[in-house]
């Protein structure tokens, strides 16, 4: 980020792509490895629906969603070492990632309110790093939070691999019922953002035929030389 001095503080790496492309646990890898900061964008937008269903404020309209946003106190770690989620003073790192906020939380991610609201404070939170960079992953970083990153990447692969992916992460639950899930969720998030596709400037890194390690060496690499 420019201070406004125009020196350059902290480099900041945007990367986007589909749910099971790898990218929170690889971001979270890369910026363990480079020295790095982590920002996991979608666990606000995951946040903001539990607190929704917690709540039991009304998803099916924008209007309740919006109103709740003035009380939302919603904090994220962004050492990678020390990754937590808090909405007030509850931890929800878990609880996010339940099967219920899944099934719902495109809807909340698709109010424009909701959307120019988690993006102004990304960028606080980007802009409070204090180390060499931070890697921030979701679906338009590239795009709209950071578009003038120093490093932009779009994480695809195969739906297939990405199935495939997700299915193991997540014991107990059928493949094809995940496999449904997961690509009905992709096609309303595309439906607001488009991250299937990379931007002008964005680098493509395809992570079909890659294992974990090679998926996080491409990024490493890619980071040291195009911010080097
Ligand atoms: O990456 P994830 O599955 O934790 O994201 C949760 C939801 O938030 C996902 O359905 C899309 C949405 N999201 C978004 O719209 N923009 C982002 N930058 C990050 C996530």
Known sequence: MDDGGGIRMTTVVAIDGPAGSGKSSVSRAAARELGFDYLDTGAAYR?????????????????????????????????????FVRVGSEDVTEDIREPRVSAIVSR???????????????????????????????????????PDAE??????????ARMGRRSAE???????????????RDAQDSQVV?????????????????????TVLAVVNLVRTQAG
């Open 194 to 214: 488009d991250f299937m596709n990379a931007a002008d400037g964005v680098t493509t890194v395809d992570s079909t035929d890659l294992d974990f390690d090679q």
């Open 108 to 146: 909340v991610a698709r109010i424009p309110e909701v959307r120019s609201y988690l993006v102004e404070l990304f960028r606080s939170i980007i802009a409070s790093s204090s180390r060499p960079g931070i890697i921030v992953e979701g679906r338009d970083i590239t795009t709209v939070v950071a």
């Open 151 to 160: 490093v932009r990447i779009l994480l695809t692969a195969t739906e297939e």
């Open 47 to 83: 946040a903001l629906a539990w607190r929704c269903i917690e709540q039991g404020i009304d998803t099916h309209g924008p209007r309740d969603v919006i109103e709740s946003l003035d009380s939302f106190e919603y904090s994220i770690g962004i050492d990678p070492d020390r990754y």
């Open 170 to 184: 997540i014991a107990g639950v059928s493949a094809e019922k995940t496999a449904q899930e997961l690509s009905s």
